[in-house]
């Protein structure tokens, strides 16, 4: 009797959405934590998870790193670096006063955005600032100026019921949102608020941007979308709700042990995408635990090339 053969696999089209992963941001702030460690030695203690990725974190954690949530669990004799989010003003203030030594990783172009509202402030405005509540960005934008000098709106219904002073008016926003649901939201402003100055250019970083584009160019063709990122990362959520809305069934996951094959059933194409804090490596492990079930091709979408890249502190290469 001849053996029976085993069932093969079905097939499975796999567009990996590019760019995707790391934005020259994280990539800075996490080399900022591995030199740290290499200048002071270990212990450094992290401000916040130094970006919203557990796998980042739980890898640096096994070099020396130890993440904490507020100064004040930082022993006087550590050094301490700040997340890529950005923190408020207090916190390099109660450092020095304390004589930390400490390294500022946030993202360049978040500090533009609190430089942008530092002058806003100096020429006497008032900000709006369209961003999600309680994410750590917005917490160190708030933190850069005065308290009510600047007023967060979420929602297109926020924009069309603040209550701000008429004039002398401007508006900024975190760098992670959805570019449509911005869009939206600073239409709304400006039909009630004809004179509100925009920033001059736009807050919502290229790495967003671009991963979102990167997503919409594919949606079209997948029947699913899994987008590798944490539940805390705003970045990566928009992803999955940038597919949604295209009618594309999305999910968001940590890692490969999280697919949920019974939601993914046996499509022709999925597409695959990562958020900006999460590491390629996770993309490969979930590619091969698509390879363990299908008969997979892959194809990389590649949508928009990135070259961006940001200098490290002077203090850790000199
Ligand atoms: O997308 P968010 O802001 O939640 O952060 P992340 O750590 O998931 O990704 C990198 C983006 C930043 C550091 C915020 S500018
Ligand atoms: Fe910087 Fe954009 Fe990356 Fe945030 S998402 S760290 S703003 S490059």
Known sequence: MPEPKPNPKPSLRVLIAAPRGFCAGVDRAIQIVELALERFGAPVYVRHEI???????????????IFVDELDEVPDDRPVVFSAHGVPKAVPAEAQGRGLTYVDATCPLVSKVHRQAERLIEEGRHILFIGHAGHPEVIGTFGQVPAGSMTLVETVEDAEAVEVPPSNLA??????LSVDDTAAVVGALKARFPEIRAPRS??????????????????????????????????????????????VSSR????????????????????????????????????????ERFDVTEEIADHTPERMTFKLPRELVT
């Open 51 to 65: 970006v919203h990725n557990r796998f980042v974190v739980e890898r640096l954690k096994g070099m020396g790193a």
């Open 252 to 291: 968001l996951i940590e890692r490969a042990a999280d697919i949920d094959w019974d939601w993914l059933g046996q499509p022709s194409t999925i597409g695959l995408t990562a958020g900006a804090s999460a590491p390629e490596l996770l993309v490969r492990e979930v590619f091969d635990a698509l390879r």
């Open 171 to 176: 508006f900024l926003t975190q760098t992670t």
């Open 202 to 247: 736009e807050d919502i970083c290229y790495a967003t941007s671009n991963r979102q584009a990167a997503v919409k160019a594919i949606a079209p063709e997948c029947e699913r979308l899994l987008v590798i990122g944490a539940p805390n990362s705003s970045n990566s959520l928009r992803l999955a709700e940038v597919a949604e809305r295209m009618g």
